[in-house]
């Protein structure tokens, strides 16, 4: 009888997890969310820089356009067809594109980063030429748009 009482008194003792288990797992969990958080706010930053980019290269194309047929590209800041915020799908913007330095012959984009990229991410241009820039967000000019990566 009294070996029955010893079974019930450790079956009873040893539900549960112990602070120490709880601790580990805790520390794991710290150690995942540390790596995997970081990679992720990388890869909505150079998914939104993405948007950006292909904002800028539909207002360029809708510049030739707009030159293609007016042999100028002088009044096309006030009438061409695209939007200046990307997305343009009616949510929160990340870049404001705007068109600048327009002769006859020339023209400058400008993607600048508002809202949730302001401050983590550079301006982007581009211009008739096709030459484009990138100042990113220490202050450093490069001139190529940054590939996958932080840097081109």
């Known amino acids: 009888m009294e070996r029955g009482n010893e079974l019930m008194t450790l079956s ?30 990388s890869y909505v930053t150079r998914s939104m820089r993405a948007d950006g980019m292909g904002g800028l290269m539909n207002a360029a194309s ?23 915020n990307v997305p343009n799908d009616g949510g929160t913007p990340y ?18 980063p508002v809202n949730a990229m302001a401050g983590r991410e550079g ?9 484009k820039t990138w100042v990113d967000s220490s202050g450093s000019t490069n001139n190529c748009w ?7």
């Open 62 to 84: 809708a510049m030739e356009r707009f030159r293609a047929v007016n042999m100028t590209y002088v009044g096309a800041d006030t009438n061409l067809p695209f939007n200046q």
């Open 123 to 131: 301006v982007l241009t581009i211009n008739q030429a096709g030459q």
């Open 12 to 41: 009873k003792q040893s539900k549960g997890f112990s602070l120490i288990e709880l601790m580990i797992v805790v520390a794991i969990i710290a150690l995942i969310a540390a790596i995997a958080i970081p990679s992720y706010n």
């Open 95 to 112: 870049y404001t594109i705007t068109v600048g330095g327009i002769t006859r012959t020339t023209y400058t984009l400008t993607a600048t």
């Open 146 to 152: 940054p590939e996958g990566g932080a840097t081109c």
